[in-house]
């Protein structure tokens, strides 16, 4: 063979060569994918927010009367027993300090009392008097009736007069002792604080007891002073009677009904069990963080197990409740697999080695699975969170 034509076939070979490897390396390569097989399992599609145990029925002790509370001695956790156990007393007030205005006006009031008593006084001696005089004319008047010195009529009138005296007289005692207890009663205006407290000898106090047995919740106002009536004291509960109340957004709370389950966790121990036993009627207007206003509604569960399972939890604990829409074992994907095609939900199965477009139709969802009803079977794979270079016939390759 000659150079030439020896140069010509390793020149061609080279080239033939070069041109398969740039084919090699130009061809379609498959898109590297995440993959999900369709399965059935337990789907369980739940509302969640954040909850507050409380015991179900808080009694709220108020003053009586307004006065000096004396100090409260008890203290949270207290056992209390209704009728008996004491938590307050509470002495009447004394009275304000007088400004000089009104303490010459009550100055005033006690003159006026200590002369009407003088007076009244000088009207019962009198009276006295009258009676003395009248006694004496009746007296003679029945010696003369005797003599037939005088008339039955004189005699008549003695009488009355007698009588007449008497009674003036009783009038007269009674207007005294009117007059004593209004100089009394103005005289007591003018006593002060200090001598209020050492003509009161003992306390009369007015003593505070347990309406119904339970445990101190909290109390609300402790150090001794003066307290006006209605004024709260103490909260009293029983905490084996608990129940959750959950806030949650009106468009929500639609959807649950009385008797539904729910899930207690985030309390700090193992899952609790809980029933929805009523969905409050008013909505209230709340600001979120972001500044939002929402319509709340609270719902009230109660726990489901058994008593000691919570016992640890107390009057105002925070939980998380979990409230079940549906459960059950169905076909499921990951949400991240699906996505809109028009107006439908679809994904891409891999058949082979290429993805192929399938519109599927879905049922319950929550936030990590979705219920597929129509358009997969169980077993098949499908791509997890497909990218604007999947579509329908395009090689791909598990990741």
Known sequence: MSVARRRLVIWGSLLGVLAAAIAYALRPQPIPVDLATAAIGMLRVTIDEEGETRVRDVYTLHAPLRGQLHRITVDPGDVVEAGKTQL???????????DARTEAEQQAAVEAARAAYNLAEA??????ADLTFAESERTRARRLI???TISQRALDDAERASSVAQANLATAEAALNVRRHELQQAQSRLLSRQEMRTRG??????????????????VMRRSEGV?????????????????????MLSEDAVKIKPGQGAI???WGGPDLQATVRRIEPFAETEISALGIEEQRVDVILDFAGPPD???PLGHGYRVDVQVILFEGNVLQLPLG????????WAVFVVEGQRAELRPVEIGHRNSLSVEIREGLQQGERVILYPSDRIKAGVSVIAR
């Open 123 to 128: 009207e019962l001696n009198k009276a006295k």
């Open 337 to 344: 697999a699906l996505f809109r095609q028009g107006a439908d």
């Open 264 to 266: 207690v966790t985030g």
């Open 201 to 218: 000898g003992t306390c009369e106090c007015v003593p505070v007891t347990a309406p119904v047995d339970g445990v101190v919740l909290r």
């Open 146 to 148: 005797q003599r037939n």
């Open 88 to 98: 307050a007393q509470i002495e009447p007030a004394a009275p304000a300090f007088l």
């Open 227 to 247: 307290i006006d009536a209605g004024t709260p004291l103490i909260e009293i509960g029983d905490p084996r009677d608990l129940e959750i109340v959950a806030n």
């Open 309 to 311: 399972s919570w016992s």
